[in-house]
C-alpha cells in the first residue's frame, strides 16, 4: 500500500509528470472541499479580509503539488487557514468594533455636488478616481447626476444617481 502511494504521489522535489498530475488532482478536490469549508463569503465578498485567505490557499496548497512541502502537512496547514478565516467572520458578526477592524468601513467620498476631502484623504483616492468610477458606473463625465459616491469595504466605488 505505501509504494502504491509512493509510487503515485512520490517525494520531495524528484517528481514525475504523473505524480505531479496526481497532487494537483488531490490538491483540486481538497481545495473544493476548503472552500466550501471556507464558506461563499471568502470568494464572493472579496474583500481584503476575504483575498487573504483565497492568496493564502493559492501559495500554501501550490507547494504541495510541487513537492515543495511535505503534502499532508501542507493541506493541514490550508485548512488551519481555513478554520481561521471562518472563525474570524463568525467574531466579526458578534463585534463590530472587530468587523469594523478586519473588513474596514465604508467612506461617502463624494455628496451634495461636493467631494469630501477628509474622506478622499482617509481612503488615499484622488478626485479623479471618483470621477473615473462615474465614468464606468455611468457612462458619463458629468457629476451632475451622482448624488453620492461612496467607497465600499471591498474597494469599489458605489455610484448613486440622484432621483429625476
Not at 483565497?54 to 493541506?75: H, M, Y
Not at 490550508?78 to 473588513?103: D, K, N, P, T, Y
Request: hydrophobic fraction near 50%; glycine fraction near 6%.
Amino acid at each position: 500500500m505505501m509504494d502504491a502511494i509512493y509510487l503515485l504521489f512520490g517525494q520531495g522535489r524528484d517528481l514525475d509528470p504523473l505524480q505531479m498530475s496526481v497532487r494537483a488532482l488531490v490538491i483540486f478536490l481538497a481545495a473544493l472541499v476548503l472552500i466550501r469549508v471556507s464558506g461563499r463569503r471568502s470568494f464572493g465578498q472579496r474583500s481584503p479580509f476575504d483575498s487573504v485567505v483565497v492568496i493564502l490557499l493559492g501559495a500554501t496548497l501550490s507547494r504541495a503539488i510541487v513537492g515543495a512541502s511535505p503534502f499532508v502537512a501542507t493541506v493541514l496547514a490550508s485548512l488551519v487557514i481555513v478554520v481561521c478565516h471562518r472563525l474570524l467572520a463568525w467574531v466579526c458578526m458578534r463585534w463590530h468594533a472587530v468587523e469594523r477592524l478586519v473588513g474596514g468601513v465604508e467612506r461617502e467620498v463624494y455628496s451634495n455636488g461636493a467631494f469630501n476631502e477628509n474622506e478622499l484623504r482617509a481612503a488615499l483616492m484622488t478626485s479623479n478616481d471618483v470621477r473615473e468610477s462615474v465614468r464606468q458606473k455611468l457612462g458619463s463625465r458629468s457629476l451632475d447626476k451622482v448624488a453620492a459616491a461612496i467607497l465600499e469595504r471591498n474597494g469599489e466605488v458605489s455610484v448613486i444617481r440622484k432621483e429625476p
